[in-house]
C-alpha cells in the first residue's frame, strides 16, 4: 500500500500558497491487495521541524483535509505528512511540502515606469 498524488490546493509540492486562504490538502492510495479502502488518516503540518497541526485519527475513508486560514504564516515553508489506516489494519505515511506568501502584503509600485 501507498500513497501518492499528495497535493496542496490541488497542486504538488507548491510554492506561493497564499497564507490567508484555507490549504486544502488531498491525497490518493494504491494497494495491490484487492478491496483496499482507506479507513483514517492522520496529517501533521510542519514548520521548522516544529508540528504546527495535527489533526489526530480521523476515522473516515474522505482522502483530503481543509485547515483553518489562521494556521499558515506567510514567507514560510512547511512540511505535511499524512498517515493513512486502510480496512484491512494496515497503515503508511507519506510526506510532502509547500511554502506560503502574503498577497495582501505586496507592495506595488507608486510611480508608473515607461
Request: glycine residues 4%.
Given at each position: 500500500?501507498?500513497?501518492?498524488?499528495?497535493?496542496?490546493?490541488?497542486?504538488?509540492?507548491?510554492?506561493g500558497i497564499n497564507?490567508?486562504?484555507?490549504?486544502?490538502?488531498?491525497?490518493?492510495?494504491?494497494?495491490?491487495?484487492?478491496?483496499?479502502?482507506?479507513?483514517?488518516?492522520?496529517?501533521?503540518?510542519?514548520?521548522?521541524?516544529?508540528?504546527?497541526?495535527?489533526?489526530?485519527?480521523?476515522?473516515?475513508?474522505?482522502?483530503?483535509?481543509?485547515?483553518?486560514?489562521?494556521?499558515?504564516?506567510?514567507?514560510?515553508?512547511?512540511r505535511w505528512a499524512?498517515?493513512?489506516?486502510?480496512?484491512?489494519?494496515?497503515?503508511?505515511?507519506?510526506?510532502?511540502?509547500?511554502?506560503?506568501?502574503?498577497?495582501?502584503?505586496?507592495?506595488?509600485?507608486?510611480?508608473?515606469?515607461?
Amino acid at each position: 500500500m501507498n500513497l501518492y498524488a499528495l497535493s496542496v490546493n490541488h497542486r504538488v509540492n507548491p510554492l506561493g500558497i497564499n497564507s490567508d486562504e484555507q490549504p486544502y490538502f488531498g491525497w490518493k492510495l494504491k494497494s495491490e491487495k484487492p478491496n483496499t479502502m482507506q479507513a483514517a488518516y492522520r496529517l501533521r503540518i510542519y514548520a521548522d521541524d516544529t508540528v504546527c497541526f495535527d489533526s489526530g485519527r480521523v476515522e473516515t475513508a474522505c482522502n483530503a483535509f481543509v485547515c483553518g486560514p489562521d494556521l499558515l504564516r506567510p514567507q514560510t515553508f512547511y512540511r505535511w505528512a499524512v498517515t493513512v489506516w486502510d480496512n484491512h489494519g494496515e497503515n503508511t505515511t507519506a510526506e510532502s511540502s509547500f511554502e506560503t506568501v502574503s498577497y495582501t502584503h505586496l507592495t506595488l509600485p507608486t510611480k508608473r515606469i515607461v
